[in-house]
């Protein structure tokens, strides 16, 4: 039941794009997307609901294809602020508030 | 801005010691939940509650228990303290359903 996340890890330089991916096995309601630095609690990025949608503010973004039950988190020009986890939380049911999160995907930009 | 505390940073218990974690937030949320984190594994659901009184278990909720008397205040319990149970564990609140979710600091439980 858990999303399955991948890359597990990256590395960038700033100024470089990533994509991490998030994929379920079963439908989802929505997906959350949390970003965790080191020592920190998570912190939350987005919500998306189903219905193919697609968010982003500054330059991170992120989409949810329903039909595949995936969703993707763009970063655009990374900075060193961007370091850190990324978790996404699939919601099975609707309004629930019960997420399961992904295993997380760690990534560090190098200057 | 909202506020989510955690009673503890770092709690070393012995086996077989009952444990209890406070959790409380100061933004009138309906949402509370009660996450652990070890590596490899991101975060998983203990418990949640929906609103005083309320509770539902999550995906792990074997060997803890929890309470939530007031609205503000959501504890977690360890009936009899294990070594499987040292983790971080992380607290969070949320207005709605589904909504973000506001995590407290965590608080790093090692049962020796």
């Known amino acids: 039941q858990q999303p399955v996340q991948s890359p597990q890890a990256v590395i960038l330089r700033e100024g470089e794009d990533a994509v991490i991916n998030c994929s379920s096995s079963?439908?989802?309601?929505?997906v959350h997307w949390y970003r965790q630095k080191h020592g920190e609690a998570p912190v939350f990025l987005m919500i998306?609901?189903?219905?193919?949608e697609q968010k982003g503010h500054d330059k991170i973004s992120a989409s949810f294809n329903e039909k595949k039950q995936q969703s993707s988190l763009y970063l655009t020009a990374s900075q060193l602020s961007y370091s850190g986890t990324y978790f996404c939380?699939?919601?099975?049911?609707?309004?629930?508030?019960?997420?399961?999160f992904g295993q997380g995907t760690t990534l560090q930009v190098k200057p | 801005d909202v506020k989510v505390t955690q009673s503890s940073r770092y709690l070393v218990k012995r086996t077989g010691e009952k444990v209890f974690l406070e959790c409380v937030q100061d933004?009138?949320?309906?949402?509370m939940f009660w996450y652990r984190q070890d590596p490899g594994l991101g975060l998983r659901l203990i418990y949640f509650?929906?609103?005083?009184?309320?509770?539902e278990k999550g995906d792990i909720p074997e060997g803890y228990s929890v309470s939530r008397e007031k609205k503000e205040r959501f504890s977690l319990i360890l009936e009899s303290a294990s070594t499987n149970q040292t983790s971080m564990y992380l607290c969070?609140?949320?207005?709605?359903?589904?909504?973000?979710?506001?995590f407290g600091p965590g608080t790093r439980l090692l049962v020796l």
């Open positions: 969070a609140s949320s207005l709605v359903t589904p909504g973000k979710q506001y």
């Open positions: 079963k439908a989802l309601y929505s």
């Open positions: 998306l609901l189903k219905g193919g």
């Open positions: 939380g699939t919601e099975l049911e609707s309004n629930t508030g019960k997420l399961i």
């Open positions: 933004m009138d949320h309906e949402n």
């Open positions: 509650s929906y609103d005083v009184k309320m509770k």
